[in-house]
């Protein structure tokens, strides 16, 4: 089982970001995939989810309406992020389980990949 991220980077607030997470080794029919993200001194914390089978989105209210969360035919799932904030910058994982929760008691998780934001 592996989750890569990758498209983290270094904007400037107000601009935008779009982060991949690649799935491999499990069936992701069955499987809610989410991000979380944590920055330092904070706890991790949840910001978008999808179920795979059913298309549903969650997402947190700190983020709602500025990102979204999608997924294509190949087991990737996409975080578009636009209009960030300086309070956005964290590193960012993706994590992948059969129950959608919105706490990070998660089954797979990828290595994270790191936003940073300038105000």
């Known amino acids: 089982v592996q989750l890569v991220e990758f498209g983290g980077g270094l904007v400037q607030a107000g601009g935008s970001l779009r982060l991949s997470c690649a799935a491999s080794?499990?069936?992701?029919?069955?499987?809610?995939i989410s991000w979380f993200r944590q920055a330092p001194g904070k706890e991790r914390e949840f910001v978008a989810s999808i179920h795979w089978s059913g298309k549903s989105t969650y997402y947190a209210d700190s983020v709602n309406g500025r990102f979204t969360i999608s997924n294509n035919a190949k087991n990737t799932i996409y975080l578009q992020m636009n209009s960030l904030k300086p309070e956005d910058a964290a590193l960012y994982y993706c994590?992948?389980?059969?129950?959608?929760?919105?706490?990070?008691?998660?089954?797979?998780w990828g290595q994270g990949t790191q936003v940073t934001v300038s105000s």
């Open positions: 080794g499990f069936t992701v029919d069955d499987y809610a």
């Open positions: 994590a992948a389980d059969p129950i959608l929760t919105r706490t990070p008691n998660y089954h797979y």
